[in-house]
């Protein structure tokens, strides 16, 4: 920090960067809710930016960056009290009307599982088979094995290439 | 609203980016000593117009209106001192409670004045004309003394603003009622000592109402 106060570019970035897992750690001890971790963090390094002429190079650094990290956290526990009081809560109604998932996600997922089924369709006849029976209807063995008219061996051979291929396809890694 | 790792990274960024040299702060007490060199020319200055000859031998009668004004002494330094120690990020609440023994000097020290007129009928007792000096001369002296300690403060960081301003408030009040102490006419009575009492009460309690806005900006 003595370094950042003389102007040492470098250093400041190191040293706020290192900052940040303290920082969390002041504001989880405070009470804050794990999603509001990261304000705190944010508000507590501009804090950082605008005092950083009052840190004393002889005093513990910790100590300082603790003390300002302790107080936003409390500014944001107030803050979000405050909201919290003002706003309505109603259980019921938010469970008749769930916030489903984004428009993006949701399309995310949907694209997963077309690729998905497009790599099963690719597979050979075989592997495709045992991962359709076995996987996908979730049919014992013995179930499969009567079905397809291959033994419960075959079956099991094929559903382990069948998935590795398939592992293989999508992250890359035998 | 939450923040990732990434943008705390740009966050970092964007701060070094703007990252200028800074000078700084100097120790609480060399600060304190600043505001209190101010505070010294003021008493000059009244020294220099009253002269110290009506304060001592006030001082030489009464007893206890000397400690009080000690006292008051010892407030202001203390209480200024705390409120620059706090202003420094990290340094322990505790520091919060040190012009405790100089108030209590100051006040128990005018309690007894409170006395006076039961204990020496003879001295001169103040009226309520002059109670109403008093109150002006303590709130008159505060403004400039705590505005001067609030700009001080705001270039430091003070994380609790309304501790802060209850100290300058003090600080800054008892500051005044020690110049007064210089050209104070009479010795206090009960009149005088409720005089002091709400006008270093008024000076405080402004600061806690205001002090708290003015310094959590900073």
Redesign the interface.
Known sequence: MAA????D?RA??KL??DS?ALIRAVARRQGVAP??L??V??ET???V?????????S??YD??????AA?RAIDSLRSRGRRDSRELHDEFALDRHPDADDASAATESEQRAQRLHEAIAELPPGQREAVEQLGLRERSLSEAAELTGRNTGALKVNLHRALKALRERFHGEP | ?????Q???A???R???????????L?PGLRTAGWLLLVAALAAGLLMHYGAGPMLRRWAATPDLAWAGIGAVITAISAAWAAFAL?????RAAWAWLPLPGALLWIGASGLGCLRTWLAPGTEVAGLQQSADCLLFIIGFSIPLSALLVVLLR???P??PVLAAVLIGLASAAASASLLEICHAFDSAATDLLTHALAVAAVVAVNAAMGGRLLSK?
Do not use: N
């Open positions: 950042a106060q003389a102007g570019r400041y970035e706020l960067a940040v999603d509001h990261d304000d963090v944010q390094l501009i804090t930016h605008r005092v950083r002429q009052t840190y004393d190079p005093r513990s100590a300082w960056l603790g003390a300002i107080r | 609203m939450t923040a990732d790792p943008s705390h990274q966050l970092i960024d701060l070094g980016t703007d990252l200028v040299p800074v000078r700084r702060l120790p202003a420094v990020p990290g340094r270039r430091a960081c994380l609790r900073a």
